[in-house]
């Protein structure tokens, strides 16, 4: 064939192509949407734009929870609402308990982490017990229960009241603080002896001239307004390899984390091998780490094997419970009075028991209110996302493969049907009171439901209680800005409700 036949059979077949992506393009954005899509039905906004669907309000909202929350009130009576996404694509709010039912219990496997929020998050956690899928979440859940069961948690109390105790003397010998980065310093320092079995102001240290760990993770959770921009295009984008200062400075601050636990890990497998090949076995002490233990039950398995990668992902998580003492102490200083009946409670159990035990801690019932409540009201995870792995029917509606399906803490614990008119008040004695659907377990989703619920849910509440108690009965907190919860500037887009360059309080002893 001559080869200007040839050039032309290539360009025509090539014409040929780019007329069907471009007529396929063009199906999907401007006619599936409206005509053809089985969620054409649901009520929803219309303001979208009709490449990047409704993320760019979300973007201007300057609330990782808008406008979703405002959907909710405008629909408050759809189980389902319809929204679009990058492409006009459709996406789903959920907003019914028994929806939320479906798609986290019933039909749990016939959803998955969407690819946008896998790059959004998995970058920064690894892909451990969060990301993984069906039968192989099952396993890693079961080979992990142990280490959060309550006896083994019951042991860490001690820990957890010496690192409170710790808190108070950094709390004495400052007047003014920022208090992110000072319960960061403090909740990264339990996680790093529950995950790793060691102390983390350690590892700056060990490893010369290496960054801290909450330097990185500081970087990683509170980038500047660049950042927080990246990371959101990164979710739909790959954009992480572009030459950008803030990129640079992610890529590093994942790298330095990575390196560190690497090292960590490498060492605990040494240390386990020497004690299995003298016999001696590492099962008996009483506190279980979670590194040792994989290493011991996993590395070492017989069978179904994990590797030293599979290892790392499961200890480089973050946990959340900075964000949560951050609102507690915001709360405390908005409502005096329901600070001042905590702190009651709190010094009435340490005059009786200066190192309460786990029963002493759970007997607690307004710390337990107020607990609950902190998390109901300002909730630091922001979103559960899921994708549909084949067409699924949920509360009568078909849900086509592929289609996101967004679940919000906040459109459950902020739906006035479900808690009531007064839902957006922080109200600790309601909890005595429950009623209606505010009285179904699932309508308090801080930790989501079903089987992919929060593997350390208790843990969490446990270090919550504890850092609690020490700080109540200690000090007193007052603002530096007259400024209220719903009113302080959050990090946004961001996967956790973050105040934006934190909160600062002044701190003084209690009288």
């Known amino acids: 064939m001559r080869l200007d036949v040839l050039m032309a059979v290539l360009i025509a077949v090539l014409g040929v192509y780019l007329v069907r992506l471009v007529a396929y393009t063009m199906y999907q954005i401007f006619i599936y949407p409206y005509f053809a899509s089985p969620l ?46 990058v492409g006009n694509s459709d996406a789903v709010l959920v907003t019914s308990l028994d929806a939320h039912k479906e798609i986290l219990h019933a039909k749990a496997y016939s959803f998955q982490k969407p690819t946008f929020f896998v790059r959004l998050i998995a970058d920064i956690v690894g892909f451990g017990i969060g990301f993984a899928e069906g039968e192989e979440h099952k396993k890693q859940r079961r080979a992990l229960a142990v280490l959060f069961s309550p006896s083994n948690l019951k042991a860490y109390i001690p820990l957890l009241q010496s690192k409170a105790h710790h808190l108070s003397s950094l709390f004495d010998r400052i007047i003014e603080t920022e208090l992110v980065s000072i319960y960061s310093k403090i909740t990264l320092d339990i996680m790093g002896v529950f995950a790793l079995g060691l102390d983390l102001d350690d590892l700056q240290s060990r490893n010369t001239g290496s960054t801290s760990f909450q330097a990185c993770y500081h970087e990683i959770f509170e980038p500047d307004g660049l950042g927080q921009m990246l990371m959101a295009i990164n979710g739909i ?99 005096p009075a329901e600070a001042q ?89 309601r909890w005595d009171h429950l009623e209606g659907e505010a009285a179904d377990p699932w309508a308090f989703s801080a930790f989501s439901h079903g089987p992919r619920v929060c593997i350390g849910q208790a843990l969490s509440m446990l270090e919550f209680k504890i850092i609690l108690i020490e700080l109540v009965s200690t000090f007193d907190f007052e603002g530096i800005d007259d400024t209220r919860a719903n009113e302080i500037k959050l990090i946004n887009p961001s996967p956790m409700l973050r105040p934006d360059g934190g909160i600062r309080v002044r701190v003084k002893r209690a009288k």
């Open 341 to 429: 009946r905590l702190r009651t409670e709190a010094v009435d159990l340490l005059h009786r028991k200066p190192s309460p035990d786990y029963r002493d801690i759970e007997s607690l019932p307004y710390l337990k209110n107020f607990t609950r409540e902190v998390l109901r009201v300002q909730c630091p995870g922001v979103n559960v996302a899921r994708e549909a792995t084949h067409d699924v029917v949920i509360q009568g509606v078909t849900i086509p493969k592929g289609t996101t399906v967004l679940m919000q803490p906040a459109i459950i614990q902020h739906n006035p049907t479900i808690w009531s008119p007064d839902c957006d008040e922080f109200k600790p004695d």
């Open 40 to 85: 054409r039905h649901l009520p929803g906004p219309k303001d979208h734009h009709f490449l990047i669907g409704h993320s760019l309000n979300q973007f201007r909202s300057g609330n990782p929870n808008q406008p979703y929350v405002s959907w909710m009130r405008q629909w408050p009576k759809a189980p389902l609402i319809r929204y679009f996404d």
């Open 237 to 335: 984008i790959p954009i992480r390899w572009l030459p950008l200062r803030a990129n640079r400075r992610f890529r590093q601050a994942n790298k330095m984390i990575r390196r560190q636990l690497t090292d960590i890990i490498q060492d605990r497998v040494r240390t386990v091998g020497a004690s299995k090949a003298t016999g001696l076995g590492c099962g008996e002490e009483k506190i279980k780490d979670l590194l040792t233990f994989m290493v011991a039950e996993k590395y070492y398995a017989g069978s179904d094997r994990w590797t030293e990668n599979m290892i790392t992902d499961q200890v480089s998580g973050h946990q959340t419970t900075a964000d949560a003492l951050t609102w507690a102490t915001q709360l405390m200083i908005e409502h």
